[in-house]
């Protein structure tokens, strides 16, 4: 027989459970994903909803910086190249057809992926799909065009050079990763980007190896009937013809062992943890980190912080294994030393399982509400959806990490913490 205190607990403990559950939100996308994929092996991820006859149309390469073999920098290169147009739609034709349809375009490039991003309302989708298909599939790339294009990226190099907290995060990459591809910043190294206008000929190797239908998400979300807009795709890239890419086996977790870099951040003493964790392909666990960085470093954490003090986690879906970041600021180096061994017992804590439930609760739902709220417009759903698929390998990524954000336990937490967080 059950004791009837204990009954009584264990039905309290249950109707708290089923109340934390009924306050979170039943979905983090504001409408169904749908996934299709031509016969080529593109891939089409669509996302319908009513956002006021704006719809966002992004083109999702999964190659970036971590994909380039002699030269750095040449996959933003590439990037910058496709807003030169084609022979058939030379540049000042794409941009004038572009604003006359009311499309703000951007692109950007990063370690797993390059992307090009569009928003632009509703009935201007046709004549965009048909752009962006020209362009992505018969880019030109002239070495006057490079030579140009090298000038812009050197401009922005000298922006990132400037900032401090960037300097302290690169050097704790060059720590973390040595020898790797992925240590240096995914506009390349200042030696290549100084010599990026002769390397006409790496972009147009680049841009044949990895610009191939195998390697492309379509990212449609907004305001759009979901079966005209396939059929228009389907026309624009059905016939888009390239060699199968043969993709390796996914990435093996090698773990690295823990680094702590030191320095200073815009005049404050800072201390910056990195944290090795699994590639994103394993999305639950990078559930797992994405609490921990909550727990740890986030609004809710329990490390109280005095005057001038500061604790900012970062963490990024990465398709290599890639960084936990946990940064740590104060006045001064004393001052610091004390916070780093509260910070210290934290995650040992963490470690040991001694993590309050109420505070993971929380946790959990910020995280979840918070990125109902982010994923409100067109623009930021597909980008949210691009990056998860470039990083897991598949368009249901970030539904993927979600919920395991949703799902995961105090026990899951703590094994996590065992297996990544050990301190340097
Ligand atoms: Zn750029």
């Known amino acids: ?11 309290h403990a249950l109707l708290l459970a089923v109340l934390a559950a009924a306050s979170l939100p039943a979905h983090v996308l504001p409408g169904e994903l749908r996934v299709e994929k ?6 089409v991820a669509l996302v319908a909803f009513p956002a006021n006859g704006v719809v966002a149309f992004d083109t999702l390469i999964r190659a970036g910086a971590r994909d380039e073999r002699d030269t750095t920098g040449v996959a933003h290169l590439v990037e910058h190249l496709l807003f030169r147009g084609t022979a058939r739609v030379p540049e000042a034709e794409l941009k004038r057809r572009l604003q006359a349809l ?38 030109r790339i002239s070495a006057a065009d490079v030579v140009d294009e090298a000038g812009s990226v050197e401009g922005e190099q000298a922006v990132r050079a400037a900032d401090s907290e960037q300097a302290l995060a690169a050097a704790l990459q060059a720590a973390t990763f040595r020898g790797r591809p992925h240590r240096h910043d995914p506009l390349g190294t200042a030696a290549d980007i100084h010599n990026l206008g002769k390397a006409a000929d790496a972009a147009q190797r680049f841009y044949a190896a990895h610009y191939r239908p195998e390697a492309v998400t379509l990212i449609v979300s907004g305001a759009f009937d979901v079966d005209a807009v396939l059929a ?8 888009w013809r390239g060699a199968a890419i043969t993709e390796g086996a996914p990435a093996k977790f090698e773990r690295h062992t823990a680094v702590r870099v030191a320095g200073q951040v815009d005049g404050s003493a800072a201390a ?5 964790i699994p590639p994103a392909a394993h999305a639950r666990q990078l559930a ?6 909550e727990l740890l470093g986030g609004p809710l954490s329990k490390l109280s912080l005095g005057p001038g003090e500061q604790i900012e986690a970062s963490i990024e879906p990465r398709r290599d294994p890639s960084l936990l970041g946990l940064m740590l600021t104060a006045p001064d180096a004393a001052r610091l030393a004390v916070l780093e061994s509260r910070f210290r017992s934290s995650v040992e804590d963490l470690r040991a399982g ?16 918070n990125e109902v709220a982010r994923l409100q417009t067109p623009a930021a759903v597909a980008r949210a959806l691009a990056i998860h698929a470039a990083a897991t390998g598949r368009p249901t990524g970030l539904d993927e990490v979600f919920a395991g954000i949703r799902a995961i336990d105090v026990a899951e ?3 996590f913490a065992r297996e990544c967080l050990e301190l340097p």
């Open 288 to 293: 797992a980190a994405e609490l921990i960085a």
């Open 1 to 11: 027989m059950i004791p009837a205190g204990y009954a009584a607990a264990r039905m």
């Open 272 to 276: 910056l943890f990195g944290f090795s």
């Open 354 to 369: 001694r993590i309050d439930r109420e505070q993971l609760e929380q946790v959990r739902r910020a995280l979840l509400w």
């Open 413 to 415: 937490v703590a094994s």
């Open 232 to 239: 228009e795709i389907a026309r624009a890239y059905g016939g």
């Open 102 to 139: 009311a499309v703000d375009a951007n692109g950007e490039t990063d370690e797993d992926y390059t992307l090009f991003s569009s928003v632009a309302p509703e009935g201007s989708l046709p004549e965009l799909i048909q752009l962006e298909a020209e362009r992505l599939q018969h880019a």
């Open 38 to 43: 031509l016969s080529n092996g593109v891939t």
